[in-house]
């Protein structure tokens, strides 16, 4: 019964965000804030976990293919299809849900224990408009960090790959060629939306909704990295049969 009660304030939240808007002008401030927090200060995190773990995976598919008969430049196809279809915009999503939703949740709670988002309520603005309509809104620029993520990614595979001596880069090239599809790339950015808008929603019910003192932003912050997780995982699950299968 408390999940239903659960979703159901989840919608209802979504509702109010998107009725009684905050002022155009203070709204901007707002948004460009969030811009700063959420997108661009994840950017050294972004690209130092995917321009490694893009280069374990061509390291480890070159470990894996020592048959001669298999060309080199299938290192090239599994680093680019891993990366594309599956580590840049989910398990970067899942990542992105420890760091940004932790930092909406524990944001929004903070000001839920000292009773500011009381105070906005008295001086009659509509807190969760003004609250999670930036984070919304700013989290729509997350597909360019998935891009970079994508880019750097690959990059490293090509890079372990070259410089390991495991191919050469006209055949990691050529794997990255062979058989692309466009579609890849549709299916990821679509994925990566839908995640952004998770990544911005439910940590900010978690902790629009919290209850009890300090103590309990960390509980918050922990059941919003679960929640967010698990949202992410059915998500890239449904998706993916609707769009791939």
């Known amino acids: 019964m408390k999940y239903l009660e659960d979703i159901g304030s989840y919608f209802l939240m979504l509702r109010k965000v998107f009725s009684s808007p905050t002022k155009a002008s203070v709204l901007k401030e707002l948004i460009f804030k969030e811009i700063n927090d959420l997108i661009i200060n994840s950017l050294g995190i972004v690209a130092f976990i995917s321009f490694f773990v893009g280069g374990v995976i061509a390291i480890q598919t070159a470990l894996n293919v020592n048959n001669p008969l298999i060309p080199k430049s299938l290192i090239g196809f599994a680093t680019r299809q891993s990366i594309i279809l599956e580590f840049a915009p989910t398990f970067m999503s899942i990542i992105m849900a420890g760091k940004v939703g932790s930092f909406i949740t524990s944001s929004i709670g903070s000001m839920r224990v000292t009773e500011q988002i009381d105070a906005l309520e008295v001086m009659g603005i509509n807190s969760l408009n003004y609250l999670v309509l930036p984070k919304i809104v700013a989290l729509m620029l997350y597909p360019l960090l998935i891009t970079i993520a994508m880019f750097l990614g690959i990059l490293g595979g090509w890079m372990a790959s070259v410089y390991g001596g495991f191919s050469s880069a006209e055949q990691f090239i050529q794997g990255l060629q062979d058989d692309f599809d466009p579609f890849h790339l549709t299916y990821a950015f679509i994925k990566t939306f839908l995640f952004a808008f998770i990544l911005a929603t439910v940590p900010s019910w978690q902790g629009y909704y919290m209850k009890g003192g ?32």
Not at 229 to 243: A, E, G
């Open 214 to 245: 300090a103590l309990e932003v960390g509980r918050a912050s922990t059941n919003s990295f679960v929640w967010t997780s698990v949202l992410i995982i059915l998500t890239n699950y449904i998706i993916t049969q609707l769009l791939l299968s």
